[in-house]
Protein backbone atom coordinates (compact mmCIF):
# COMPACT_ATOMS: atom_id res chain seq x y z
CA UNK A 1 0.00 0.00 0.00
CA UNK A 2 1.69 2.94 -1.41
CA UNK A 3 -0.18 5.83 0.54
CA UNK A 4 1.87 9.07 -0.69
CA UNK A 5 0.62 7.49 -4.43
CA UNK A 6 -2.94 7.44 -3.07
CA UNK A 7 -2.91 10.64 -1.84
CA UNK A 8 -1.63 12.05 -4.79
CA UNK A 9 -3.62 10.29 -6.97
CA UNK A 10 -6.65 11.31 -4.95
CA UNK A 11 -5.54 14.70 -4.81
CA UNK A 12 -5.57 14.61 -9.14
CA UNK A 13 -8.51 13.62 -9.28
CA UNK A 14 -10.76 16.14 -7.22
CA UNK A 15 -11.33 19.62 -7.58
CA UNK A 16 -8.95 22.40 -6.01
CA UNK A 17 -11.55 23.50 -3.82
CA UNK A 18 -12.81 20.31 -2.17
CA UNK A 19 -11.04 19.86 0.90
CA UNK A 20 -9.56 16.05 1.37
CA UNK A 21 -9.58 15.05 4.71
CA UNK A 22 -7.42 11.88 5.37
CA UNK A 23 -9.22 9.58 7.68
CA UNK A 24 -6.79 8.06 9.69
CA UNK A 25 -8.11 6.74 12.51
CA UNK A 26 -6.66 3.42 13.87
CA UNK A 27 -3.77 4.17 11.33
CA UNK A 28 -0.19 4.45 12.91
CA UNK A 29 1.99 7.76 13.23
CA UNK A 30 4.26 6.35 10.70
CA UNK A 31 1.09 6.10 7.90
CA UNK A 32 -0.06 9.60 8.79
CA UNK A 33 3.20 10.98 8.10
CA UNK A 34 3.70 9.72 4.62
CA UNK A 35 0.68 10.96 3.95
CA UNK A 36 2.02 14.41 5.49
CA UNK A 37 4.45 14.37 3.15
CA UNK A 38 2.61 14.71 -0.19
CA UNK A 39 1.39 17.12 1.50
CA UNK A 40 -2.18 16.63 3.08
CA UNK A 41 -2.56 18.72 6.17
CA UNK A 42 -6.02 17.81 7.05
CA UNK A 43 -6.85 14.54 8.83
CA UNK A 44 -9.75 13.31 10.46
CA UNK A 45 -10.25 10.92 13.78
CA UNK A 46 -13.30 9.47 15.61
CA UNK A 47 -11.59 8.91 18.94
CA UNK A 48 -10.53 11.86 20.60
CA UNK A 49 -8.47 10.17 23.37
CA UNK A 50 -6.65 8.47 19.90
CA UNK A 51 -6.90 12.04 17.74
CA UNK A 52 -4.97 14.30 20.77
CA UNK A 53 -2.11 11.54 21.39
CA UNK A 54 -1.76 11.58 17.33
CA UNK A 55 -1.61 15.20 18.25
CA UNK A 56 1.43 15.08 20.75
CA UNK A 57 3.54 13.68 18.44
CA UNK A 58 2.94 15.08 15.00
CA UNK A 59 3.61 18.44 13.36
CA UNK A 60 1.94 21.23 14.84
CA UNK A 61 0.45 22.79 11.80
CA UNK A 62 -1.99 19.47 10.83
CA UNK A 63 -5.33 20.47 11.24
CA UNK A 64 -7.48 17.96 13.12
CA UNK A 65 -10.64 17.13 12.33
CA UNK A 66 -12.94 15.36 15.36
CA UNK A 67 -15.09 12.97 12.06
CA UNK A 68 -16.85 10.54 15.23
CA UNK A 69 -19.87 11.11 17.46
CA UNK A 70 -18.38 13.17 20.70
CA UNK A 71 -19.11 12.51 24.05
CA UNK A 72 -19.39 15.69 26.12
CA UNK A 73 -17.03 14.96 29.14
CA UNK A 74 -14.20 14.75 26.77
CA UNK A 75 -14.48 18.09 24.74
CA UNK A 76 -12.13 19.51 27.25
CA UNK A 77 -9.02 17.17 25.36
CA UNK A 78 -9.39 18.50 22.13
CA UNK A 79 -10.55 21.72 22.90
CA UNK A 80 -6.86 23.39 22.79
CA UNK A 81 -5.92 22.24 19.08
CA UNK A 82 -9.40 20.68 17.50
CA UNK A 83 -9.82 22.15 13.51
CA UNK A 84 -13.52 21.18 12.91
CA UNK A 85 -15.96 19.21 14.61
CA UNK A 86 -17.81 17.72 12.15
CA UNK A 87 -20.50 15.49 14.08
CA UNK A 88 -22.59 17.82 16.73
CA UNK A 89 -25.94 17.14 17.27
CA UNK A 90 -27.55 18.95 20.12
CA UNK A 91 -27.45 22.49 21.37
CA UNK A 92 -26.27 20.88 25.01
CA UNK A 93 -22.37 20.18 22.81
CA UNK A 94 -22.63 23.00 21.32
CA UNK A 95 -22.81 24.53 24.87
CA UNK A 96 -19.89 22.43 26.12
CA UNK A 97 -17.55 23.19 23.00
CA UNK A 98 -18.16 27.18 23.47
CA UNK A 99 -17.63 26.66 27.51
CA UNK A 100 -14.59 24.30 26.64
CA UNK A 101 -13.13 26.64 23.84
CA UNK A 102 -13.54 29.69 25.91
CA UNK A 103 -11.47 28.08 28.52
CA UNK A 104 -9.05 27.88 25.52
CA UNK A 105 -9.36 31.31 24.68
CA UNK A 106 -9.82 30.50 21.15
CA UNK A 107 -13.18 30.01 19.22
CA UNK A 108 -14.06 26.01 17.41
CA UNK A 109 -15.95 25.59 14.31
CA UNK A 110 -18.24 22.56 13.91
CA UNK A 111 -20.50 21.57 11.68
CA UNK A 112 -24.12 20.16 12.43
CA UNK A 113 -25.01 16.58 11.56
CA UNK A 114 -27.89 16.17 9.62
CA UNK A 115 -29.71 12.44 9.64
CA UNK A 116 -29.57 11.58 6.05
CA UNK A 117 -29.25 8.09 5.74
CA UNK A 118 -32.06 5.56 6.62
CA UNK A 119 -30.32 3.23 8.92
CA UNK A 120 -30.57 3.62 12.90
CA UNK A 121 -27.14 3.35 13.71
CA UNK A 122 -26.17 6.40 12.43
CA UNK A 123 -26.20 9.51 14.53
CA UNK A 124 -27.95 12.72 13.43
CA UNK A 125 -30.70 15.37 13.90
CA UNK A 126 -33.06 16.42 11.19
CA UNK A 127 -33.09 19.96 9.40
CA UNK A 128 -35.61 21.34 11.22
CA UNK A 129 -33.80 20.87 14.85
CA UNK A 130 -30.76 22.47 13.14
CA UNK A 131 -32.55 25.35 12.41
CA UNK A 132 -34.37 25.48 15.86
CA UNK A 133 -30.66 25.53 17.33
CA UNK A 134 -29.39 28.16 15.43
CA UNK A 135 -32.65 30.21 15.72
CA UNK A 136 -31.97 29.64 19.56
CA UNK A 137 -31.21 32.53 21.96
CA UNK A 138 -28.82 30.10 23.65
CA UNK A 139 -26.86 29.54 20.50
CA UNK A 140 -26.50 33.53 20.01
CA UNK A 141 -24.88 33.75 22.95
CA UNK A 142 -22.26 31.25 22.13
CA UNK A 143 -19.22 33.39 21.66
CA UNK A 144 -16.81 30.62 20.97
CA UNK A 145 -18.35 28.43 18.63
CA UNK A 146 -19.28 28.92 15.22
CA UNK A 147 -21.24 26.70 12.73
CA UNK A 148 -19.69 26.62 9.57
CA UNK A 149 -21.64 24.22 7.39
CA UNK A 150 -23.14 20.26 7.59
CA UNK A 151 -22.47 17.20 7.51
CA UNK A 152 -23.57 13.91 6.66
CA UNK A 153 -23.56 10.32 5.78
CA UNK A 154 -25.67 8.59 3.57
CA UNK A 155 -26.93 4.84 3.96
CA UNK A 156 -24.40 1.78 3.34
CA UNK A 157 -25.47 0.20 0.04
CA UNK A 158 -24.67 -0.57 -3.03
CA UNK A 159 -27.90 1.55 -4.15
CA UNK A 160 -26.25 4.28 -5.69
CA UNK A 161 -29.21 6.10 -6.45
CA UNK A 162 -30.58 5.96 -3.04
CA UNK A 163 -26.97 7.62 -2.26
CA UNK A 164 -27.34 10.13 -4.36
CA UNK A 165 -31.23 11.10 -3.24
CA UNK A 166 -29.62 11.31 0.29
CA UNK A 167 -27.02 13.52 -0.94
CA UNK A 168 -29.10 15.75 -2.33
CA UNK A 169 -31.50 16.27 -0.17
CA UNK A 170 -28.68 16.97 2.39
CA UNK A 171 -26.92 19.10 -0.45
CA UNK A 172 -30.64 21.46 -0.59
CA UNK A 173 -30.33 21.97 3.01
CA UNK A 174 -27.27 23.45 2.69
CA UNK A 175 -27.96 25.52 0.03
CA UNK A 176 -31.43 27.02 2.25
CA UNK A 177 -29.12 27.45 5.38
CA UNK A 178 -26.29 29.26 3.24
CA UNK A 179 -28.99 31.77 2.30
CA UNK A 180 -30.32 32.19 6.20
CA UNK A 181 -26.89 31.59 7.60
CA UNK A 182 -24.04 33.89 6.72
CA UNK A 183 -21.01 31.39 8.15
CA UNK A 184 -22.34 28.45 6.48
CA UNK A 185 -19.81 27.39 3.83
CA UNK A 186 -18.66 23.86 4.64
CA UNK A 187 -20.36 20.65 3.30
CA UNK A 188 -18.76 17.41 4.33
CA UNK A 189 -20.57 14.57 2.51
CA UNK A 190 -18.67 11.73 0.75
CA UNK A 191 -16.11 8.73 2.30
CA UNK A 192 -14.11 6.01 0.13
CA UNK A 193 -17.30 3.78 -1.06
CA UNK A 194 -19.32 7.22 -2.51
CA UNK A 195 -17.64 10.54 -2.84
CA UNK A 196 -17.98 10.50 -6.47
CA UNK A 197 -21.67 10.39 -6.12
CA UNK A 198 -20.71 13.54 -3.14
CA UNK A 199 -18.82 15.19 -5.64
CA UNK A 200 -21.35 15.60 -8.43
CA UNK A 201 -24.06 16.69 -5.47
CA UNK A 202 -21.98 19.39 -4.27
CA UNK A 203 -19.61 18.51 -1.72
CA UNK A 204 -16.66 20.31 -0.86
CA UNK A 205 -15.24 18.40 1.87
CA UNK A 206 -14.29 14.62 1.40
CA UNK A 207 -13.88 12.19 4.58
CA UNK A 208 -11.76 9.61 3.43
CA UNK A 209 -10.02 6.33 5.08
CA UNK A 210 -9.35 3.41 3.44
CA UNK A 211 -8.62 4.80 -0.02
CA UNK A 212 -5.72 6.30 1.37
CA UNK A 213 -4.32 4.04 3.83
CA UNK A 214 -5.98 0.64 3.11
CA UNK A 215 -8.68 -1.01 5.04
CA UNK A 216 -8.62 -0.77 8.63
CA UNK A 217 -7.55 -4.60 10.41
Known amino acids: MDIKENVRQFKNEIPEDVTLVAISKTKPVED???????????????KIQEMTEKYKQLPNDIKWHMV????????KYMAP????????????????????????????????QIKIAEEDSKYGISAEEAEEILNSDKFKEFENVKVKGLMGMATFTDDKEQVKKEFQHLKSVFDDFKEKYSEMSILSMGMSGDYKIALECGSNMLRIGSSLFGARD
Do not use: M, W
Not at 32 to 46: S, V
Not at 68 to 75: E, F, L, S
Open 68 to 75: GHVQRNKV
Open 32 to 46: LLEAYDTPIRHFGEN
Open 81 to 112: FVHLVHAVDSLKLLKEINKQAKKCSRSIDCLL
